[in-house]
């Protein structure tokens, strides 16, 4: 992904630079993006509005597998120290993996472990697992650990794994999370030493955890990516050690980022389908929707709208125009006068931030009712509307 800056007369291309992954860009006073390219070559995007800078901050920090909250991408160290670091990173031979056998994981185990020592074998490390396809072959040796109830083998893949995650490496994360490794990496991190029994966090995921869809969702990409983003938060929140493990050097900052763009590209995926979301109003203002078919829709709805929490100003401001045009306050103003609590409360949260987008828009809506609509109801929109109007 580049960067293309073209002429406002007559569109003539000024500026190309290619987003790189190890450049430090930094976001300042809202309105500008600063990096260099080379030696004393420094760069600068100027922006008339916020929202503009925003949006190309955002690609800038996809690419880069960063938070778009932060103002700087990389850590800044200072030349002398970033030039010794590049020639030591060019100097330096490949870091050499074990073969992939099943006699070699306490050596495997080894050899990752002494990878995460300093930033330049995290490098070499991560670069080995990806080019050998080494993840894969491992995954192939916790199949014939499983089978052999070889526990000494799972307990030598736990570790593996689990070091690996904290290389902290977006394209190891790509591979660990496909839909056919997913599973497998899961596996491998149950068998916990510290632990009397191996998790079964697998079961839990394909048993426990069913995904009910509220409405069929007919875009497979969207679907995949769904599941995607809900197994990999059941990595971070329930799977890895306790947080205080990974406090220091926010060891996986890039996890939290992969799930954010996910929560991103969903909310973008399903914005982007009218029908779904035209079917969606439709079902929950129809009369003759079954109470617990519309609680379900709601609480689907309610999970769209916290993921659109992570939107960039501009995109959320896209976000709620669409809901409103579709008929999302026709479609609460029904289900709060619901008597489910789940229904009811899922309404009162996604009005929340509604209003706090855009309490006016609320408000005109709420004037234009006729007082004999259902009376609970209109007594929250009144109550929220009015009360956050400034």
């Not at 689907?300 to 501009?314: D, M, R, S, W």
């Not at 809901?323 to 306050?329: D, F």
């Amino acid at each position: 992904m580049s960067l293309l800056v073209r002429a406002e007369a007559d569109g003539s291309l000024l500026l190309e630079s290619k987003i790189q992954p190890d450049t430090a860009y930094q976001k300042q006073q809202d309105t500008l993006i600063v990096w260099s390219e080379g030696d004393n070559f420094d760069l600068a995007l100027s922006f008339q509005e916020k929202a503009g800078c925003d949006e190309i901050w955002e690609k800038i920090c996809q690419v880069q597998g960063k938070d778009p909250s932060v103002e700087i991408t990389q850590d800044i160290v200072e030349e002398s120290e970033d030039e010794r670091f590049e020639e030591m990173s060019d100097s330096a031979p490949p870091v050499e993996l074990p073969p992939c056998e099943l006699s070699r994981l306490e050596d495997i185990s080894e050899a990752i472990v002494s990878g995460l020592a300093t930033p330049l074998r995290k490098e070499k490390l991560a670069m080995a697992l990806e080019s050998e396809n080494y993840i894969e072959k491992l995954l192939n040796l916790f199949h014939m650990c499983e089978d052999l109830e070889n526990v000494e083998g799972l307990h030598h893949l736990f570790e593996i794994f689990k070091n690996i995650l904290l290389l902290n490496k977006n394209a190891l994360f790509e591979i660990m999370f496909a839909e056919d490794t997913i599973f497998d990496v899961v596996g491998c991190l149950e068998y916990d030493p510290s632990l009397p029994a191996p998790r079964k966090h697998r079961q839990y995921l394909r048993q426990m955890a069913k995904f009910r869809e509220a409405l069929p969702i007919k875009n497979q990409n969207l679907l995949a990516k769904i599941h995607q983003t809900y197994r990999v938060q059941y990595i971070q929140d329930i799977v890895l050690p306790t947080p205080s493990v990974f406090v220091e050097d926010n060891m996986l900052n890039t996890l939290s980022s992969f799930i954010y763009f996910n929560k991103v590209e969903i909310v973008t995926l399903i914005q982007e389908d009218e029908k779904f979301l035209v079917e969606l109003f439709g079902m929950l203002t129809d009369p003759k929707t079954l109470a617990v078919k519309r609680r379900d829709l709601i609480l689907f709805l309610k999970e769209f709208n916290n993921f659109a929490q992570n939107l960039q100003p501009q995109g959320k401001d896209s976000f709620y125009k669409t809901l409103t045009t579709l008929g999302v306050l026709p479609a609460l103003e029904i289900t709060l006068a619901m008597t489910d609590q789940k229904t009811k409360a899922a309404s009162i949260d996604i009005l929340t931030s509604i209003v706090e987008y855009s309490s006016s828009t609320v408000r005109d809506y709420t004037l234009q009712q006729d007082n004999t609509t259902d009376p609970v109801s209109f007594a929250v929109f009144s109550s929220f509307s009015f009360s956050y109007f400034d």
